[in-house]
Nanobody, 127 residues
Framework: QVQLVESGGGLVQPGGSLRLACAAS????????IGWFRQAPGKEREGVSC????????YYADSVKGRFTISRDNAKHTVSLQMNSLKPEDTAVYFC????????????????????WGQGTQVTVSS
């Protein structure tokens, strides 16, 4: 059974930074993508950033390019998201997910198996 546990959310002022972390367990495939998605109130869940286990290929949503950086530790099955220059529109619940997919599938939320998601962590950007 896949388990994902997110941490690192919180309240930050615009322009500030946060670092999210996700620890995955119960996932045995060597080929997978792991990444971050977010859902703001009244909006659909969207892919933020994902990274491939094999070659480290990354995906970033246009809205976060140049501000967010994803990194992984395959041996520990962890993934982190460094979020800089945060904006109020980054406010959302951030979810971690893992699946035997390429990182480019980050943009297709429906492709990620329903059982392979964490519980989410709230990120609020507000002054």
């Amino acid at each position: 059974q896949v388990q994902l546990v997110e941490s690192g959310g919180g309240l930050v002022q615009p322009g500030g930074s946060l670092r999210l972390a996700c620890a995955a367990s119960g996932f045995t495939s060597d080929y997978y993508a792991i990444g971050w998605f977010r859902q703001a109130p009244g909006k659909e869940r969207e892919g933020v950033s994902c990274i491939s286990s094999i070659d480290g290929n990354t995906y970033y949503a246009d809205s976060v390019k140049g501000r967010f950086t994803i990194s992984r530790d395959n041996a520990k099955h962890t993934v982190s998201l460094q979020m800089n220059s945060l904006k109020p529109e980054d406010t959302a619940v951030y979810f971690c997910a893992v699946a035997p997919l390429p990182s480019s599938a980050c943009g297709i939320v429906a492709a990620w198996p329903s059982g392979n998601w964490g519980q989410g962590t709230q990120v609020t950007v507000s002054s």
